[in-house]
Structure formats: structure tokens, C-alpha cells
């Protein structure tokens, strides 16, 4: 028994170094998917404009990337940001893309596209818009 348990040990230790480093290999690489629901914050809105009531203000993420990045991440920490920016005056609907920042390096987001529909403000929305904020 002594015998068999010291014989070539030295291919024994480096079958236990090759076995552990691929373990660790493929523990660090593995990929995990979470699915969030982040508030939607809508930036560069156009002059004279505004968005009708009932838009959806929450929308689903997909994350993607390597797992301990994934579960490092605190939802609370991320922001789901669309740009109005290339909006046309007159437009009354837009296809816009959510961005998602900050994002940890080797992470990647799915996000569906927004149509948002835009509606001209009228003078009354205007004034109580004024006495809203005054």
C-alpha cells in the first residue's frame, strides 16, 4: 500500500496542478445571465414637447457576462437612460434606444427598443406646468 501511494509522485502533484488549474479556469469563465427591471429616465426632451401620460417608465434588462461581475452588481447603482435628441419638431413618434450605464467592464445589456409617442404641449399644459413649479 506504501509503496503504491509514493510511486511516481511526482506525475501525481502535477496531475493535481493540471486537474485545480482547469477547474479554476472554468469557474472563473463561466457566464450568468439576470434579468432586471430598471426605471426609465428620458433626457433631451424637445423644446415645446412632452411624452403622453401613459408611457412606460419601467423596462426589462437582460445582463449578460462573466458571474462574479454579474452578482457585484447592485441594481440600484444602474440607470437605464433614453436621449430625445434626434427627435424632429412636429415627430409624433420615435424609436428610441435605452442605454444602460454604468456597466462593470465584460458586462453586456439587452434592452428592447421604446417607441414613445411625443405630443405638443398646448398653452394650457404650459401654464399648469408654470404653476406647478411655482
Known amino acids: 500500500m506504501k509503496r503504491w501511494l509514493l510511486q511516481n ?17 472554468v469557474g472563473s469563465r463561466q457566464v450568468l445571465e439576470q434579468r432586471l427591471n430598471l426605471h426609465v429616465e428620458f433626457a433631451d426632451m424637445p423644446a415645446g414637447m412632452t ?8 423596462i426589462s434588462v437582460n445582463l449578460t457576462g462573466r458571474k462574479d461581475r454579474i452578482l457585484d452588481i447592485d441594481p440600484d447603482d444602474l440607470r ?39 405630443i405638443p404641449l398646448t398653452d394650457n399644459s404650459k401654464k399648469s406646468k408654470k404653476k406647478r413649479s411655482s
Not at 509522485?9 to 493535481?16: A, N, R
Not at 411624452?51 to 419601467?58: G, H, Q
Request: net charge positive; glycine share 4%; proline share 8%.
Open 9 to 25: 509522485m511526482g506525475l501525481k502533484f502535477l496531475s493535481l496542478l493540471i486537474a485545480f488549474a482547469l477547474w479554476a479556469y
Open 51 to 58: 411624452l403622453e401620460p401613459n408611457v412606460k417608465t419601467n
Open 80 to 118: 437605464a437612460v433614453v436621449s430625445l435628441r434626434n427627435a424632429q419638431p412636429g415627430q409624433k413618434e420615435i424609436i428610441v434606444h435605452p442605454r444602460i450605464q454604468p456597466l462593470p467592464v465584460g458586462v453586456t445589456a439587452n434592452v428592447a427598443d421604446m417607441t414613445l409617442h411625443l
